[in-house]
T-cell receptor, first 112, second 114 residues
């Protein structure tokens, strides 16, 4: 059974710092991995999608990497801003099933 | 594009009442998903449709839950009768294709059952 873990569960950093959020999964047979952002009381916003054949994706200040063999993905946020404060979720699409399996999220707070 | 639209945004009801949640997927998307989010269990897939046909409902918690998709632009999730443990945020998402494509989420319906 696929399990997705995100570490740390919460993170508080000063504005301007570069930071890394971690996502690990137990079954490496994935089709893709997706990073989402969730603001309080809001839905999920898709940030980046990495196909299983890719190693990384970039969008603006965000860079996501994927190491399938070790079951890990990282989301790198450069020059963090208070507007980046949110919960970040990773989810994997597993081979043999049509479901997205979500991690429990990392709650990020960036203070001025 | 307006994105995935859900209504109502908030619903407060009493135990035993019927609750209907609504979703309009992004135009052109052929997959629609219903999720439930709670503090204890995180995000869970309840059911998903392809071209209006239910494909996998194994996540539906019990017979009190039912979902329909009468056409490509509308889906409902019904709970009857509702119970306090059904209190959660219910999300609808859609995608074009299943395996390799992004899912786009609606804003969610926060359900409180008293």
């Amino acid at each position: 059974k696929q399990e997705v873990t995100q570490i740390p569960a919460a993170l508080s950093v000063p504005e301007g710092e570069n930071l890394v959020l971690n996502c690990s999964f137990t079954d490496s047979a994935i089709y893709n991995l997706q990073w989402f952002r969730q603001d309080p009381g809001k839905g999920l916003t898709s940030l980046l999608l990495i196909q299983s054949s890719q190693r990384e994706q970039t969008s603006g200040r965000l860079n996501a990497s994927l190491d399938k063999s070790s079951g890990r993905s990282t989301l790198y946020i450069a020059a963090s801003q208070p507007g980046d404060s949110a919960t970040y979720l990773c989810a994997v699409k597993v081979g043999g099933t049509d479901k997205l399996i979500f991690g429990t999220g990392t709650r990020l707070q960036v203070f001025p | 594009d307006a994105g995935v639209i859900q209504s109502p945004r908030h619903e407060v009801t009493e135990m035993g009442q019927e609750v209907t949640l609504r979703c309009k997927p992004i135009s052109g998307h052929d997959y629609l998903f219903w999720y439930r989010q709670t503090m204890m269990r995180g995000l869970e897939l309840l059911i998903y449709f392809n071209n209006n046909v239910p494909i996998d409902d194994s996540g539906m918690p019990e017979d009190r839950f039912s979902a329909k998709m009468p056409n490509a632009s509308f889906s409902t999730l019904k709970i009857q009768p509702s119970e306090p443990r059904d209190s959660a945020v219910y999300f609808c998402a859609s995608s074009h294709g299943l395996v390799y494509n992004e899912q786009f989420f609606g804003p969610g319906t926060r359900l409180t059952v008293l």
